[in-house]
């Protein structure tokens, strides 16, 4: 079997599903990463993510998760913004959710697409009396995709630590396929931010201890996904009105004027920016029932309220005290925490 060839078709058939950028490297491309994750570890920079820390092997070592492997296929699915995400953080009275958030959960949709690429290739392959086997991954594996995908000449990891590409901005997902197949390997991606350092100096929590280093405990996105329980109050003002994430360091990145536009329509916006009095009211049923399909669904209706509860404090609209007072006594510690502290800030904004 000619594996140039395939190695061309396949690219081709990943855009016809979809995907933005195919690159191809070998699961031994990174040796530097479980050193780097060890080293983030050990600093405790991980935070409650303790499953971090559980498959340090598998993660900094693709070879170790499936010995079998001969390429890593890596994928990138853009879900580029229409508008411009720090516009939401203006409007104090309403939630601001990251833009990956706004739409259906790319869990689903990316592995969808990886599997029917995958599917394609055992076939092909087959064709060519050549035995082939894959395993797909998104995101919820031990796989550390944004090494892996610099490896195979997708983009690289920026200041930001997040992966940037010159040709499609920052705004995208990635997918791997592992195969059994020796294909052609690609050139690894170089740096390219230069001197530029408009994603460190814009994070609201000073999340980067340097640049391409991430303290993930100080971080907006883990404080509101990741994070149990009451958030340090040395944070809780920092937050504004960021519910889901944040997309600071992403959404200043110069390279985004290359951004592309997303092809998949259901990565479009439906969450919008809903007002914060209306999420303070919903139980678990009415959390769960608005965020189906959301990737928003998996912190729970808890962790969400104690967010918006923050976003509640930090609005300076004492309309929202009586929102933050009915829920002083919920039966969740840290979402009767949030709404106290809540109550105090508003109180605070009025005297000031």
Known sequence: MDLLALKARIADRATAEGFSAVGFCGPDAIPEAAGRLEA??????HGQMGWLAERMGWRGNPVALWPEAKTVIMLAEVYTPAGDPLAMLEARGRAAVSCYAQGRDYHDLVKKRLKRVGRWLIDEASKGSVPAEIKVFVDTAPVMEKPLAQAAGIGWQGKHTNLLSRDLGN???????????????DMAESDHCGSCRACLDICPTRAFPAPYELDARRCISYLTIEHRGPVDEEFRALLGNRIFGCDDCLAVCPWNKFAARARETGYAARVGAPPLAELAGLDDAGFRARFSGSPVKRIGRDRFVRNVLYAIGNSGDPALAETARSLTG?????????????????ADSRQG
């Open 40 to 45: 983030f570890v050990a600093a405790g920079r």
């Open 330 to 346: 919920d039966p969740d510690a840290a979402v009767a925490d949030a709404a106290r502290w809540a109550l105090g800030r508003l």
């Open 171 to 185: 705004w995208f997902f990635l997918g791997a396929i592992f195969t059994t197949l020796d294909l052609p390997k």
